[in-house]
């Protein structure tokens, strides 16, 4: 058994609120497609590790420019995105099952096509050589930490409040949380929701493959971390409750300190603590902490 | 449960089905015209898979409830059986299929009282929040702990191996056989009526039975002489198609029972299922548990097969998204869709895969996998509702469209005539 010293636990903490920052970053557009399309969109795993391996390859050739990685990343979960939701998920609409079962798909093809291109080998991880800036230590209580969590942190907190300012402040945002309420309503107030549908899409495509290129240089990427990742952010979500925002922040918090946690003291028992914690919730507050009933 | 059945009402599902009769027929005299190992081996595997899809759609194509957590079921039923019959225990084969048929249900009670109390996508996850749970457990701790190895071995039952075997499963399909053969002319004579199609039906048969009896020495001369490989893929073949046979017809039965069309209320609209009275929780343990007693099963029949199992084959979610793609590539609430599905699937990843390998940046790739996934996706985009469904409702519309020109014609053919006559 491990011995749990405070240090440790100060040490877990900092690498559960940087693990929640990335959680956020998926799990926020994988609650807000649910919230407004009602598409559980498996596909979500895939544009994270999409993001993730075209941000070490970027880096690699960009002469170890960490911006252009960051933003070639997003871009690349635009470009994924929005023909997805366009040309197959549209197609679909009024067929539940059938969308979230062809999002799986894509989650299987894009496992598929990563592994070809990049084959099997960990890319990125510990062993990227990131800007001097980012690439130290700090040390907290005795023990090195690095600085990108810290970094991880910073901008994860940064990204959630421009959001939370956007959804709350801006008109775009408005439609987006009415049309979570109710979409036929919106329609019916002449705002045309396709295309309010498609640009959140998008975005939340965009969100998840940032969160895979800033988890590149801690997390090493692999054709598995789309599906584990698509897993946690489930469980996230649920734990906040689908559709909600608020939630997707808060569950991401209490997910990822409780993950890293486990990954600290108890490292059999991981994956079984996320979902013991998302099963617990659902039974007593099946909508999530954050939800409403419908 | 209202779930009568009687011999006579079996007889009425057999001939009323007679699409259904013609592939049993078909599958079961299927080995004794061609003696090819590699067909025999490979079939068995489509049977095993089919009986886990058939299970499948009982609970998503009749009850509505989208589960993620199947592969648990199957894994639970392979572990259950395996750990039965090896060294500490030694349990004989049967009773450890019977197991875990039973460990199967008690899971699928175990979960469905936790998970069947939220709906829709959150039972999904529940599901899946089980099995990935129980999946964990197996890889971090029965394996390494319990077990201390990676790969459990199985050892194919004994009386799989033997020759006598073989000679209880032709006389098994024998009886089935003659069972079905006896209520399909038993539907002829109490009719009373020789239709054509009737005719041709039986021509078919007996030239089925005399093939069988034709072809019968010769293939039981190559299995008494051959030697224990020869015998297996044979043996196999019986050993996964009786069980997918007869919980083909337990569960063709139920769904057409009373039970059955409860299942379907609760799948259409819940809330009136309730209003009606129905206890609708109890109804859908009932119908997880029935799913979790086949899938044990299936499990417990695919331990042998694969002669070796691990978490990653029998427990992992790739299990479920195989069982999801059959299901959804043949049709949800068919009961045969799904093993259509499967055994689709099954033989093309087997036959085509080998032809998917390119070189590619100087490495040997196998696209298979990702050629999969596309034709995945391009089905659910253009046959959302799966083969067999769409075949039924294309084939209920030609039909429709034939009649309507036979009417037309006639209308027209009627009208012409009062104008030929009123020439006169």
Known sequence: ?294 | MNLKISPNRLFDVLTKKKTVLAILTVLFVFPLITPSRYSMNLLAGVFIWALLAMSYDLLLGYTGLVSFGHAALFGIGAYVSVLLILPPYNIPFLPAILAAMLFGALLCLAMGVFSLRVKGIYYALVTLAFAEMIYAFFIKWVHPILLKKETLRVPVPDFVKSTSFFYFSVAISAAILIILYIAAFRDLIKKGVLARTKILYAVLMIVFLALLIYTAPQKLHFISEGSVKDKLPTNMYFFALMPLTICYLIANRIVNSPLGRIFVAIRENEERAKMLGYNVFKYKLISSSIAGIFAGLAGALYAPFLLSINPDTVLSALVTINVLLFSILGGLGTLIGPMIGAAIITIFARELSSYFVIELFGRELSLWMLALGVFYALVILFLPYGIVNTLRWKGASIRKAFKGLVKSIKISALRKQPATEGTL
């Open chain 1, 1 to 294: 058994m491990v011995v749990i010293t405070p240090e440790m636990i100060v040490v877990s903490i900092i690498d559960g609120l940087a693990f929640a920052m990335l959680l956020f970053l998926i799990a926020s557009g994988f609650s807000i497609i649910f919230g407004l399309l009602g598409i559980l969109n498996f596909a979500h795993g895939a544009f994270f590790m999409m993001g993730a391996y075209v941000a070490t390859t970027l880096f690699a050739y960009s002469g170890h420019n960490f911006i252009a990685a960051l933003a070639g990343a997003t871009l690349i979960g635009i470009l994924l995105g929005v023909p997805i939701e366009y040309f197959t998920l549209r197609r679909l609409q009024g067929n539940p099952i059938a969308q979230i079962m062809i999002t799986l798909g894509y989650l299987l093809i894009f496992t598929q096509i990563v592994s070809i291109i990049w084959g099997t080998i960990p890319q990125g991880g510990a062993v990227m050589s990131l800007p001097p800036s980012l690439a130290g230590s700090v040390t907290v209580l005795d023990r090195p930490v690095p600085t990108y969590r810290f970094f991880l942190i910073f901008f994860g907190l940064i990204i959630a409040a421009s959001t939370y300012l956007f959804l709350t402040r801006t008109k775009l945002g408005t439609i987006v949380r009415a049309g979570t309420e109710d979409a036929e309503m919106v329609e019916a107030l002449g705002i045309n929701v396709k295309r309010v549908f498609i640009l959140t899409f998008g975005f939340g495509a965009a969100l998840a493959a940032l969160g895979g290129a800033a988890a590149v240089p801690w997390i090493a990427a692999t054709p598995e971390i789309g599906t584990s990742w698509l897993f946690i952010s489930l469980v996230v979500t649920v734990v906040g409750g689908l559709g909600s925002f608020k939630g997707s922040f808060y569950g991401s918090l209490l997910i990822g300190v409780l993950h890293q946690f486990a990954v600290y003291f108890i490292p059999q028992l991981t994956f079984v603590i996320d979902f013991a914690t998302m099963t617990a919730v659902l039974l007593i507050k099946p909508e999530g902490l954050f939800g409403e009933r419908k």
